[in-house]
């Protein structure tokens, strides 16, 4: 989709649509109050007769509305308006999206964006709006035999903001909206390929097809002969059921001169985790071909930086591997030696992310990274904590966790902090083994993140549970494309180019 900014007034616009709003109760927003004017009254007439109340969501298409050059107006509910907060807005212009997608306009004029939403500018307004059309004329229908598109799909918006001032930040707004957005679908299109299709090597592949694509990207795949030589036993461990051998890739940003300490992002990459020896229950483990979500999440972010040409250096990892039951699989009981040293006894082969990881965060200390940030579908527990709205931070470096929630309250990709306190390490105290890979059920999440802090000792770190956020079970199941829009603010804020000042 094609988007621009302008500021002109409504009824001089010639195009398919324009696209005004209608608070609640029956009551025209500045604009909508322009074209009743010109109109003499049409608007108010219809509204008068109780054709829209105005409430959040509800869309009334005009036709031919007199002195007015546009074919259509799109009405939109927007609620009280005293209560258009960031929710709202998003859900709104989501709607708006679909009804002018679904109703043949192929351009429309947006005037949305002059809506007052609490404590956000002009910048955000454009650059969500911008997001969410895209997110939500997203389709997955590679597989599909009959396709089923719209018959004419709107093609191009236009934002109308307030005064010619503010431009220029609609136009950042859009020209970062856009780049999220190529991240956002990357991430979407590589987690909803199924498991049969989607495995560590087809990771691999589509990292190497994103490097081709970008001068500053290049890459390097660490296979299953290159692992044991680094002693990375307990990332081949969780493969050794599977038939797919497990694959690492390593994609480089280079946005700044060699010398200036990179910022790694490493995503758990389990293409399937049927939970291995300790198998899951059937229900709904088709989902776990999200298992692969953080490393789709940094594959996204890798397309979104590369995308916008951030000058600092990134590196970002895709931990490819499969979780499956076998003859050779990994067992419980058994007592693994990690590349950092440190030994595992394995109590439950569905505790799989971490003993991927492990090794992973051991690996990275050769780049002597600036800050390291793991994504991963790490721990149900995640979820029964926070549902499907928020991501999980954890980290005991508080400057960065703030740098993290700011990044998240911008790009309004929710997060939320949970503690990594040293109290809960002992739960995951083996007498056998350096540690037990599982610390039971009280607080699972944190006893995760507690396992992973012990190979990170050489760098800021942060993980992030993605387990809640990075698909949507039910009929409408499907990735979401998070964390890429928070990681990739964090990395934007960290290049100094945060938002509408830059
Ligand atoms: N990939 C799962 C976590 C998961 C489960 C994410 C459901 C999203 C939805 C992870 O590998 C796993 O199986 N974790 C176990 C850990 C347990 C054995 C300590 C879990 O959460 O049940
Ligand atoms: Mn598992
Ligand atoms: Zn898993």
Redesign the pocket.
């Known amino acids: 989709m094609e988007f621009g900014v302008k500021s002109g007034s409504p009824e001089k616009q010639r195009t398919a649509c324009i696209v005004v709003g209608v608070f609640e109760p029956r009551r025209l927003s500045p604009v909508a109050e322009q074209l009743d004017e010109i109109s003499e009254g049409y608007i108010s007439n219809l509204i008068r007769r109780g054709d829209l109340e105005g409430k959040a969501g509800q869309m009334l298409l005009l036709h031919h509305i007199p002195n007015v050059l546009s074919e259509r107006v799109l009405l939109v509910g927007c609620g009280k308006e005293r209560e258009l907060h960031e929710r709202q807005y998003k859900q709104i212009v989501t709607k708006t999206i679909k009804t002018l997608n679904e109703t043949g306009s192929m351009e429309a004029v947006n005037f949305l964006t002059e809506l007052h939403v609490k404590g956000r500018d002009t910048y955000w307004k454009v650059r969500q709006a911008v997001e969410a059309a895209n997110e939500s004329v997203y389709t997955f229908l590679q597989l599909k035999s009959k396709k089923g598109e719209p018959r004419r799909p709107l093609r191009k918006i236009i934002f109308n903001v307030p005064t010619r001032k503010e431009l220029p930040s609609g136009e950042h707004a859009i020209e970062h909206a856009l780049a999220i957005s190529r991240g956002v679908k990357a991430c979407r299109d590589v987690a909803n390929m199924p498991p049969n299709i989607c495995n560590p090597q087809y990771l691999n592949d589509q990292a190497a097809a994103l490097v081709e694509e970008f001068d500053s990207l290049s890459l390097e795949t660490v296979g299953e002969d290159k692992m044991e030589a680094l002693g990375m036993h307990s990332y081949l461990a969780v493969g050794r059921g599977s038939d797919n051998e497990s694959v690492m890739s390593v994609i480089t940003h280079t946005g700044a001169d060699t010398s200036q300490a990179p910022i790694v992002l490493v995503g758990k990459g389990?293409t399937f985790?049927s939970?291995g020896i300790?198998i899951?229950p059937s229900e709904a483990m088709d989902?776990?071909k999200y298992?692969m979500g953080g490393a789709a999440g940094v594959l996204g972010v890798m397309h979104a930086v590369a995308t916008m040409n951030l000058p600092i250096n990134i590196i970002g990892i895709l931990a490819g591997c499969e979780n499956m039951p076998d003859g050779k699989a990994y067992r419980p009981g058994d007592i693994i030696t990690t590349m950092s040293g440190q030994t595992v006894e394995v109590l439950?082969t569905?505790?799989?992310?971490r003993m991927v990881l492990c090794d992973v965060l051991t690996y990275v200390e050769r780049y002597e990274p600036d800050t390291v940030i793991d994504v991963a579908?790490?721990?149900?527990?995640c979820?029964i904590a926070l549902g499907k709205h928020a991501s999980a931070v954890f980290t005991q470096h508080n400057p960065l966790a703030h740098e993290i929630l700011n990044a998240s309250e911008q790009s309004s990709d929710k997060a939320w902090r949970l503690p990594l306190w040293d109290e809960y390490q002992e739960q995951i105290d083996s007498p056998f083994a350096d540690m037990a890979n599982?610390g039971g059920r009280p607080a699972?999440s944190i006893t995760?993140a507690c396992f992973l802090s012990r190979f990170t000792k050489k760098y800021n770190w942060a993980h992030l549970d993605i387990?809640g956020t990075a698909w949507i079970s039910g009929k409408n199941k499907g990735a979401t494309g998070r964390p890429v829009p928070m990681l990739t603010q964090y990395l934007m804020n960290k290049a100094d180019m945060g938002g509408e000042t830059s």
């Open positions: 389990l985790d939970g300790s899951k989902e776990m298992d439950n569905d505790a799989e992310g579908t790490l721990t149900g527990a979820v599982i699972g995760a387990a």
